[in-house]
């Protein structure tokens, strides 16, 4: 994400049509204050971090550790298969 942008989440949709919108946890804080430490805390030293998806319906809100680059580097099909292998742990 480029100095500037805003967080938009990122919307995949799963083979049973649920559409689960996700975003990397505390990507919206400041780098100033607390909010950049804990943004900084939450990215860990192998270069992952923590990214929430919030489904549209009746499902359960995963967390993800991906690799930091996920954005750019999982396409939606990837992120799909990450948040269902996480709801079958």
Do not use: H
Request: net charge negative.
């Amino acid at each position: 994400m480029q100095e500037g942008e805003a967080n938009v989440p990122r919307e995949v949709t799963d083979g049973g049509g649920t559409v689960w919108s996700c975003a990397q946890a505390y990507a919206g804080l400041s780098e100033d204050g607390e909010g950049g430490a804990a943004a900084e805390r939450a990215a860990s030293e192998g270069g992952t971090v923590e990214v929430v998806c919030t489904p549209s319906g009746g499902a359960k809100t995963v967390r993800l550790e991906l690799a930091a680059d996920w954005e750019q580097s999982l396409d939606d099909d990837a992120l799909v298969g990450e948040i269902e292998s996480r709801r079958e742990s």
